[in-house]
């Protein structure tokens, strides 16, 4: 059996995602609006490339002059959808079940978060989601139609920041390129954030590397016990 199951991927190796929409105190904002989407919906696989911050070639991003208001200490939900206007209602309708990973959220603060590319050093991470021995990140946003819950931190200073929402899938990840990065950014206007304290931060592209343990790893055999997810450790207030 664990020799056919990397040939019952090929089927499934189109089966992307895209974070389309953003959800805040139970509103979706819409597909697009504060949410830089593309119309493809595949993956970065080069970690040194300038997409890895927010999307982008192959995938070019649509502009979006939009910037949601959000309390800091509040929850925000990014919405995945394997195209813009799938329903979300079946796990294919998010992402195929073979793509197992983590899921990942940073912010970056910036002075104009309607122009900043998200290019360079800034962000930092404010969640992460990886493999309790059983079940992925990417599992849970799958059957939970498409719902990754992310807590905005209530320390951070207050103004304009992008918000990177990210799926990790390790289907093909044995060797590298091989992971597949999905990332969009929204566009935030964080209010009420105390300010007490200032994350140390990492750089996109720069924060991952091709031979990190949790970029190149083979999850079908050995069968996975562990796995450290890639990037900064989780800021917190």
């Not at 970690?47 to 309390?71: E, M």
């Not at 059957?143 to 819950?149: E, F, I, L, P």
């Amino acid at each position: 059996m664990k020799l056919l199951a990397p040939l019952a991927l090929v089927g499934a190796a189109s089966a992307h995602t895209i974070f389309v929409s953003l959800e805040v105190n139970g509103v979706n904002h819409g597909v697009g609006n504060g949410v830089r989407v593309p119309s493809y919906n595949g993956p970065i696989e080069d970690v040194t490339s300038n997409s890895i911050a927010c999307n982008g070639p192959p995938n070019p991003t649509t502009p979006t002059d939009k910037v949601i208001t959000v309390q800091a200490g509040s929850e925000v939900t990014a919405i995945w959808r394997y195209m813009l206007n799938s329903q979300g209602s079946a796990p294919n309708d998010v992402m195929d079940s073979s793509h197992k990973g983590p899921t990942m959220a940073y912010l970056k603060k910036v002075n104009n978060a309607t122009t900043d590319s998200g290019v360079g050093d800034g962000w930092f991470k404010i969640q992460e989601d990886g493999f309790d021995g059983t079940t992925w990140g990417t599992e849970r946003v799958i059957n939970g139609q498409g719902r990754h819950k992310i807590k905005i931190p209530e320390c951070i200073e207050p103004g304009q920041y992008l918000l990177r929402a990210e799926m990790l899938a390790l289907h093909g990840a044995s060797n590298y390129p091989g992971a597949q990065f999905y990332m969009e950014c929204a566009q935030l206007n964080i209010v009420g954030g105390t300010g007490t304290k200032k994350p140390s931060t990492v750089s996109f592209p720069g924060a991952y590397s091709g031979n990190d343990p949790g970029v190149k790893i083979n999850i079908w055999w050995p069968p996975v016990t562990s796995y450290k997810v890639p990037g900064p450790p989780v800021f917190t207030c």
